[in-house]
Structures are given as structure tokens and as C-alpha cells.
């Protein structure tokens, strides 16, 4: 089976951040028993040919031992064919990185860090219940470049309650100062489930006006623009050559296997994934039993699929993918959008416009299958 990425999901995390709805815990003593797992897991597996990409999310991957992570590679290169030229990313938080763990990582596989840095105020960063400072983020990125990496990512999170324009501004322009090679930025969301929904909920905090988060994101979009950075998905920025190849094999529909608890796995015609219960994912797989679920993808799913990730990026949807039926309703519902020059249509490829990009959720909605 042909395969072009590998995701291990690592969901430890020591404290929960108040607006993550991602599957993690706290329950540190798993650790050991989880890593077991998720060996036995990529063991079990289909041996998968020229794997491109690793990336290990979470949670927070850096909350495993250099020993632990080094488990897990030997299992991922032993029993599938890791090309030589392979994208492999860790997630880490700031406060994990120092001079030894950075030197360790170096040893390993992985060539690429995702750093959650989210803001570079102090204040903001205590909201959100993150255990590192502003200057910590300076800290790491230092760290990391003296142990070798050359290829460093950041995430980013503006529309906090009561932040301004020149708030944002000031953390784009500290997030430029660090000239790292990909920036990753997303609107604080408040997602149901979240201590962050339940202040929502209380009245404690309130969402900032639809007006100021467009004028945040098209700032964003000018000073990145600016610096050098090429916008090519929704949410994502990149120095020319530093695309994250791994998240651009999901925007462009390609297989990929994901491995550990709450971990999803697509092969065109299915997507499945496994149990979001560690012990439930432990106790399976020491019985050589994955538990997942799975649904089969029609047409109309696929189709659906493609407009949500391909509509994303800057190279847009390849219209002759699709049968077509798919085209004639696609462009048919696209027609309205192009004349408000949302989206434009050029070389067989159907696109979002930079006017479009802030409303394209409402855009997707109109082109997909009820």
C-alpha cells in the first residue's frame, strides 16, 4: 500500500489549555504503556511504501523521554519504507525546549519542529493557561537553531477578548522578528466542550466583532506577504521551499495512516479512526486489538472532501478531478461568487480570491452536496 504520510498522535499534555478540543490528557503514568502501543500499532499496521511524512501531533509530544521517542521511530522505520528525503515534524512546546532535549532531537529522525507560541503577551498566554512565557518562545527558537534545525515552525492565535488591531500587530511583528521558516495562525475558537466555551457560557468573556477579526486576518496577510512568506492555505504561511509537506498531503486528498488514540486515517475510499480513550487504546492493542471505527466515502463525500481541503489552498480545486456531473453543479454554484470575485476560475483550477479567503466557509457551503 502506497501511502504518503504517517501521523502518531501523542495526546500528553501537563496542563490543558483553556481553548483546546483536541483528544489529550494529563495522565502522564500512561506514557510508558502508550508508547508499547503505539509500536505494536505501527507493527500491526499495513506495511506502508514510500512514506514521505512523519509528523507527530498532539497533545504534546515533547512530554516523551528522547528514549521513548526514539521507540517510536525505529518502529515507524523498521516496519514501513521511510524515503530518505522524509519530512518528519515534532510538535513541542517552548517551555520543553533547552539546550540537552534540542541536542537529542537532533539525533533523531526529525527535521522539522511545530512550536505552539500562540502570543507574545504575557497577560494572553495566562488566559489561555499556557505554561511558558514570551520570552521563553525567543528562547526555544535560539535553542533549536544552535542544535541544527533549519526548518522551525510557530503557531499563532490572535481575536483574543479585548485585543486591538495594534495588539495583533505587535505579535506578527515579534513572530517576524524570530524569522523562522513557517508561521501557522488560527482565530481563537470556542469550541463546546472547552473551559474556554464554559467562560463563553458565563458571560466572562465575549467574542470580538466579526468586523475586527477580517481586519486582523488581513493585516496578518499583508505583513507576512511582505516578508517574504508565501500564503498557500487558508491559515498557513511559509518561507519559499518550507510549505509543511505533510499538512499539504491532507489539503491535497493524498492516504495517509494515523497511529495512537483519536488518530484518523484516510485511503480515499474510507476514513477511520481509533478509539479517543487511552486506556480503552492501551488495553486494545496489548490484546493485538485496534479499536476504530470507519465509514466508507461515496462519491458525493468525495466530493465534498475536495471542495473543504483543496478550496483551502492557494492552488484551489483541479475541476477535471471531478466526474462531470461534480463540474457542471460546482460551477454552476461558483458562477455567483466569481462575478462578486470571491473566487476566480484560471487554468482548470477553481480558487479562492484574496477577498474571498476571510468568507470562505460561507463559499465551501454553497459549492458542496446537501
Known amino acids: 500500500m502506497k501511502m504518503a504520510g504517517l501521523y502518531i498522535h501523542i495526546p500528553f499534555c501537563k496542563s490543558r489549555c483553556v481553548y483546546c478540543g483536541f483528544y489529550s490528557t494529563t495522565g502522564l503514568e500512561f506514557r510508558e504503556k502508550y508508547v508499547d502501543a503505539v509500536c505494536s500499532e505501527i507493527k500491526m499496521r499495513p506495511s506502508v511504501e514510500a512514506i514521505s511524512t512523519i509528523y507527530l501531533g ?49 539525533k533523531l529522525p526529525i527535521n522539522r519542529i511545530s512550536m505552539g507560541a500562540q502570543t507574545f503577551n504575557d497577560d494572553r498566554l495566562r488566559f489561555l493557561r499556557r505554561r511558558h512565557s514570551a520570552r521563553q518562545i525567543h528562547q526555544a527558537v535560539d535553542t533549536l537553531r544552535q542544535a541544527g534545525f533549519r526548518n522551525i515552525s510557530i503557531d499563532l492565535i490572535y481575536g483574543f477578548p479585548e485585543e486591538t488591531l495594534e ?38 468573556v465575549s467574542e470580538i466583532d466579526e468586523e475586527l477579526e477580517r481586519r486582523m486576518y488581513y493585516t496578518l496577510l499583508n505583513h507576512l506577504e511582505a516578508a517574504g512568506y508565501e500564503h498557500y492555505e487558508i491559515s498557513n504561511f511559509a518561507k519559499p521551499g518550507y510549505r509543511s509537506r505533510h499538512n499539504s498531503s491532507y489539503w491535497q486528498g493524498i492516504p495517509y495512516i494515523g497511529i495512537g488514540a483519536a488518530a484518523h486515517s484516510y485511503d480515499i475510499t474510507t476514513r477511520s479512526w481509533n478509539v479517543d480513550d487511552i486506556r480503552q487504546y492501551i488495553k486494545g492493542m496489548e490484546q493485538d486489538q485496534r479499536l476504530f471505527e470507519s465509514e466508507t466515502l461515496d462519491e458525493d463525500t468525495r466530493y465534498n472532501d475536495a471542495i473543504t481541503v483543496a478550496l483551502r489552498t492557494c492552488e484551489g480545486l483541479d475541476i477535471s478531478k471531478l466526474t462531470p456531473k461534480q463540474r457542471t453543479y460546482c460551477l454552476a454554484n461558483a458562477q455567483r461568487h466569481m462575478d462578486a470575485h470571491l473566487l476566480k476560475f484560471q487554468h482548470n483550477r477553481l480558487s479562492l480570491t484574496k477577498e474571498g479567503l476571510f468568507i470562505s466557509d460561507m463559499i465551501m457551503s454553497d459549492l458542496i452536496l446537501i
Open 167 to 204: 495588539d495583533w500587530e505587535a505579535d506578527i511583528k515579534e513572530a517576524l522578528s524570530l524569522d523562522v521558516e513557517h508561521i501557522s495562525t488560527y482565530c481563537l475558537m470556542y469550541e463546546e466542550g472547552t473551559p474556554l466555551y464554559r467562560l463563553l457560557e458565563q458571560g466572562k
Open 58 to 106: 498532539g497533545g504534546t509530544p515533547s512530554q516523551l523521554s528522547t528514549e521513548q521517542l526514539k521507540r517510536i521511530f525505529d518502529s515507524a522505520y523498521i516496519y514501513n519504507k521511510v524515503r530518505n528525503d522524509a519530512e518528519i515534524t515534532i510538535e513541542m512546546n517552548p517551555d520543553d525546549v533547552n539546550k540537552e532535549t534540542a541536542d537529542a532531537l537532533k
